[in-house]
T-cell receptor
Framework: GAGVSQSPSNKVTEKGKDVELRCDPI?????LYWYRQRLGQGLEFLIY????????KSGLPSDRFSAERTGESVSTLTIQRTQQEDSAVYLC?????????????FGPGTRLLVL | GNSVTQMEGPVTLSEEAFLTINCTYT??????LFWYVQYPGEGLQLLLK?????DKGSNKGFEATYRKETTSFHLEKGSVQVSDSAVYFC??????????FGRGTSLIVHP
């Protein structure tokens, strides 16, 4: 079956512009996560959605970052007024609510470069 | 609090060598433990997992055993291949719905 997909795969933007990143989770996966991975670094949690519950936004680094998800489908991560330090790979992952272990299924990521 | 500590890389090996990547964790409750692998230019993918003490996860020749007494989940492979070159992440889901990941260990395998 289809895995987690993300678009665009690469994005180059100028400092100060807004960008929107998209994630399509695996069908039926109610949980969705966004992470940031800077070059050579580990994963930095950004935001978590579970079904129709209020999202956990505790990892968002500033108010320039926001994310939305409609029901249990697509999610978009928006970065306003991008800065050079926002350059990173943005990874999306989804998981099944019934999987007590919490196995995550990752998309290929969006590589963002802010010039 | 929750944490995962992995050995720092890069780990550089010759083909057919034995691999160990150490991972220790702190967590509340009874976490599930994972190893994820990230090949160059790709997202993470699940390599193996274990959900309770003394369980052994295995996949593609890799193994890791859930050791509750030492809070460890070391990754091993008896004979690595060039194609195993990647970054390996240890993680757990314990005490929170937000997984805790280690910083990753880069493995480089030379022919």
């Amino acid at each position: 079956g289809a895995g987690v997909s993300q678009s665009p795969s690469n994005k180059v933007t100028e400092k100060g512009k807004d960008v929107e990143l998209r994630c399509d989770p695996i069908s039926g996966h109610t949980a969705l996560y966004w992470y940031r991975q800077r070059l050579g670094q580990g994963l930095e949690f950004l935001i978590y959605f579970q079904g129709n519950s209020a999202p956990d936004k505790s990892g968002l680094p500033s108010d320039r970052f926001s994310a939305e998800r409609t029901g249990e489908s697509v999610s978009t991560l928006t970065i306003q007024r991008t800065q050079q330090e926002d350059s990173a790979v943005y990874l999306c992952a989804s998981s099944l609510a019934s999987d007590i272990a919490g196995t995550q299924y990752f998309g290929p990521g969006t590589r963002l470069l802010v010039l | 609090g929750n944490s995962v500590t992995q050995m720092e890389g890069p780990v550089t090996l010759s083909e057919e060598a034995f691999l160990t990547i150490n991972c220790t964790y702190t967590a509340t409750g009874y976490p599930s433990l994972f190893w994820y692998v990230q090949y160059p230019g790709e997202g993470l993918q699940l390599l193996l997992k274990a959900t309770k003490a003394d369980d052994k996860g295995s996949n593609k020749g890799f193994e890791a055993t859930y050791r509750k007494e030492t809070t460890s989940f070391h990754l091993e492979k008896g004979s690595v291949q060039v194609s195993d070159s990647a970054v390996y992440f240890c993680a757990h889901t314990g005490g929170s719905y937000i997984p805790t990941f280690g910083r990753g260990t880069s493995l480089i395998v030379h022919p």
